[in-house]
Structures are given as structure tokens and as C-alpha cells.
């Protein structure tokens, strides 16, 4: 059976990039049960994502990378998914952050090539780590607790991020901070070496588990001025289509979903039938409409991901696109998961079957930005203004 994710693929290339995130998926379906139970990242995944030189490959062709289109990028990330969402979660921030520094010119050359030559020579790993207790996500605006205060000519940083995916097999995390001498957010890349430094693991979710997002603190770390990377920029922020990667990652585990429903309902057959389930009208009913739905999440992403690639001058009026694909195709996501889990019954419910990793895990999806209220907000304040 073709799977769905790859009647998307139309090229050579496309096949040559996608085997790649094909072997990281299937090391990564190696783990899942020892990750999702101890909340914890497969080493042996991270090992074949580098093997595999997938941390480079977003970055420009000059700077040694594949220059992975959003499109690619997003096939990429669902395949990965299918085979264990958390892992696809997880490196998919560090792609998107290398998509975004290349693109956007956010800091200064010496601390691009810094991070970059290490992400090509050694397929180092980073993300982002924004998120704190107390101030939730970062997309809703809260100043960072986690502060910066500038002494004898250094930066020195306490505070704690939580959310903090793979947070111990980073290389480097960018954390954000309030600046005193500044009174300003600031980002800092921070080496995982760094005396002061440490991951607590606190990450006990429903889902999501194998993302490892446990909590980063800092006990007076203290940083050089170069290790200030990044200035927080004013203004509103420019839409950024490297966060797809986010509802890619939600279609890869409904797909996945939909593979071994239909799979089981094809070997399934009680005693009471003289046929598998497969071929009951109302078994075949939700099949039919985990498959439509589908076809219209796939098609909706990956429209707008060709738009982002195709006309990039229109990029800086996406953003409704952009959050209304995100909602679209996560609740989508959630909706195929369900229909899977009544077609495996209670069966589903058991952990000698996938199916109930895949309902936990999809949920996330909801939670991850933009939140549908934001989005719902942003798509009506857009509806009614003047700029269209």
C-alpha cells in the first residue's frame, strides 16, 4: 500500500531527502515504548538524525545545507511523524530555527557561522527555550522571568524554561531573557557544557512523551557579550512559515492512525462475523471519512506551503493562512485519531496496540501555537479591517 505522504512526493530530489526522514522514522518507531514510558529521547534516534545529516539540511546551499524548501521541509517532518510524533516534534524546532536564522538575517554573521559551521561539521542540535512557568507561551506576550544582568563585563543568567524538547540531548539552546542594562529581551546561546546549567526532569505529560521536553534552569550562568545572539525585534512579528512544521508533525500521527486502523480492520474478525470488520458498512463508513479528511488536510498544507515557497513577496501577509492551516489540520488530526480508535474499539484502549499512544499524542496538537482562539481572533479582526 502507497502510503498518503508519499503521493506528495514530485521529484527526484523529494525522493532522495524523504528516504532520510524514512530511516529516521523507522529507528524512531524502535523506541517508542521505552520513550513514551520513561519520557525520554532515543539516543539511538538522535544518533541516525545525525547520521543522516538532517540538521543541516534547512540551511542554504552556501552555507553548506540542502536549502530545504517549506514544502520539503513539511514532507519531511510528516514522514517522521508516522513514525514517532514526539521525535518529529522535537527536531522539527530545530529545524524550523535554522530555516528562520537563515532567512530572516536575525544575527549578526559572526554568530550565525558560529552555530552554523558546527551544525554542518557536526550536525550539532539546537532549539529554542522560551517558554516559562509562569508566563506561559511566548506567543501571548509575557516578559521573560529568567534574567540577564550585565557584571564585570559579562552577562550573568538565572531563571527556568520549561517545554524545553530534547532538552538534554541539545547542543546548544537559545534561551530568552530579560536585560537589565538593556531593558530589553535578549537571546543567548548557551553551550550545554556551561557550569550553572542543568535540566530538571519534570516532563510528565499525557502525551508528547518521547519529546523529553523537560525544564532548563539556570543558576547564574555566566555568558561573554558574543553570546548575546539576538535582539527581541519591535513591532509586530513577521509570519513564519517554518511553524508548520507543527500541523505536519499532527498529520504524520493520523496518518499513522489511519494505516493500522485500517490494517487491523482488514485482519480483525470476530467470531460473530464470517468476513473482517473491514468489510461492515459502518466500519467502512469511518474509514471512508478518516480518508476525505485527510485528502483535505494534506491538500490544504501543502497548498499553502507551496504558496510560501512559490511567491515568497506575498509571505508577509500569511499569517492568517499560516494560523488557519495550523488549526485546520490539527483539529483535523484529532478528529481521524478518534475515528481510528472507535474502529479498533476497545482494543484501542490497550497498550498491546498503537492506538491509544496516538490519541494521547495528537491532543498536543491543540496546545502547541498559534491557539485557536488566537487564530479565531486573528481571522475575524482580519474579516473586518480595512487592509484586505
Given at each position: 500500500m502507497t502510503g498518503m505522504i508519499e503521493t506528495w512526493i514530485k521529484n527526484e530530489r523529494q525522493e532522495r531527502l524523504f528516504q532520510k526522514a524514512t530511516a529516521i522514522a523507522d529507528e524512531a518507531k524502535k523506541h517508542i515504548q521505552e520513550t513514551d514510558q520513561q519520557a525520554a529521547f532515543s539516543p539511538q534516534t538522535l544518533q541516525v538524525i545525525k547520521e543522516e545529516g538532517y540538521p543541516s539540511l534547512a540551511l542554504p546551499p552556501q552555507d553548506g545545507g540542502e536549502g530545504l524548501s517549506l514544502y520539503e521541509l513539511l514532507l519531511l517532518q510528516e514522514k517522521i511523524a508516522e513514525g514517532d510524533g514526539s521525535v518529529a516534534l522535537s527536531i522539527g524546532w530545530h529545524m524550523g530555527t535554522m530555516m528562520e536564522l537563515s532567512q530572516e538575517e536575525l544575527w549578526e554573521p559572526a554568530s550565525y557561522n558560529r552555530l552554523v559551521q558546527e551544525v554542518v561539521s557536526s550536525q550539532k542540535v539546537v532549539n529554542r527555550a522560551a517558554t516559562e512557568p509562569s508566563t506561559g507561551s511566548p506567543t501571548r506576550g509575557g516578559i521573560p522571568e529568567t534574567t540577564a544582568v550585565k557584571r564585570d563585563g559579562r552577562y550573568v543568567l538565572s531563571g527556568r524554561k520549561s517545554?524545553?524538547?530534547?532538552?538534554?540531548?541539545?547542543?546548544?539552546?537559545?534561551?530568552?531573557?530579560?536585560?537589565?542594562?538593556?531593558?530589553?529581551?535578549?537571546?543567548?546561546?548557551?553551550?550545554?557544557?556551561?557550569?550553572?546549567?542543568?535540566?530538571?526532569?519534570?516532563?510528565?505529560?499525557?502525551?508528547?512523551?518521547?519529546?523529553?521536553?523537560?525544564?532548563?534552569?539556570?543558576?547564574?550562568?555566566?555568558?561573554?557579550?558574543?553570546?548575546?545572539?539576538?535582539?527581541?525585534?519591535?513591532?509586530?512579528?513577521?509570519?513564519?512559515?517554518?511553524?508548520?512544521?507543527?500541523?505536519?508533525?499532527?498529520?504524520?500521527?493520523?496518518v499513522a492512525a489511519r494505516n493500522d486502523a485500517v490494517a487491523f480492520a482488514k485482519e480483525f474478525q470476530p467470531n460473530s462475523l464470517d468476513k473482517p470488520i473491514a468489510e461492515v458498512p459502518h466500519i467502512q463508513d469511518k474509514i471512508g471519512e478518516m480518508e476525505w479528511k485527510l485528502m483535505q488536510a494534506h491538500a490544504y498544507l501543502y497548498s499553502v506551503a507551496r504558496k510560501w515557497d512559490e511567491e515568497p513577496e506575498k509571505r508577509k501577509h500569511m499569517g492568517p493562512d499560516l494560523g488557519a492551516v495550523k488549526l485546520a489540520v490539527t483539529n483535523t488530526a484529532n478528529e481521524v485519531v478518534d475515528l481510528a480508535m472507535r474502529i479498533a474499539g476497545g482494543r484501542g484502549l490497550s497498550k498491546t496496540y498503537p492506538f491509544e499512544k496516538y490519541y494521547r499524542d495528537v491532543r498536543a496538537g491543540l496546545h502547541n501555537p498559534p491557539m485557536d482562539d488566537a487564530v479565531v481572533s486573528m481571522l475575524a479582526k482580519h474579516a473586518v479591517s480595512d487592509d484586505q
Open positions: 517545554f524545553t524538547s530534547m532538552a538534554e540531548h541539545l547542543d546548544y539552546y537559545i534561551v530568552s531573557a530579560y536585560m537589565e542594562d538593556k531593558d530589553s529581551v535578549g537571546w543567548f546561546m548557551i553551550d550545554r557544557h556551561q557550569p550553572g546549567l542543568s535540566v530538571e526532569q519534570t516532563w510528565d505529560t499525557l502525551g508528547m512523551r518521547g519529546t523529553a521536553s523537560h525544564d532548563l534552569v539556570m543558576n547564574e550562568v555566566e555568558l561573554n557579550e558574543d553570546d548575546l545572539v539576538e535582539l527581541k525585534q519591535e513591532g509586530k512579528p513577521s509570519p513564519k512559515g517554518w511553524l508548520l512544521h507543527i500541523p505536519a508533525c499532527y498529520l504524520g500521527i493520523a
